[in-house]
């Protein structure tokens, strides 16, 4: 299949495809979780704090760090963010 039709066929299901992953990011993860905005930061901060504090392939830093990832999209389904746009990430507060 060459030629115009193959190439509407493949845009109509790129379009298709990033329509699908438009809506996929808009679903919560954590609709029903109980953790207050000032708890999942806790949380992440003690995980970060083991995942950059010790040496790579260790369990525990594992675990933390995939922690604090899950922790950072709850906190961003909240609409929490660690600064502004315009900040660096070492100027973030």
Do not use: H
Request: net charge negative; with cysteine; glycine share 8%.
């Amino acid at each position: 299949m060459n030629g115009p039709i193959s190439r509407i066929v493949i845009a109509a299901s790129l379009f298709l495809l990033q329509a699908g992953m438009a809506q996929a990011q808009k679903a919560m993860q954590f609709p029903d979780a109980t953790e207050t905005a000032q708890e999942l930061i806790a949380l992440w901060e003690e995980s970060n704090s083991v995942c950059r504090g010790a040496a790579g392939g260790d369990v525990k830093v594992a675990a933390a760090c995939l922690s604090r990832s899950v922790y950072g999209a709850a906190l961003n389904e909240r609409d929490w963010c660690y600064g502004r746009n315009e900040d660096a990430n070492a100027d973030m507060v």
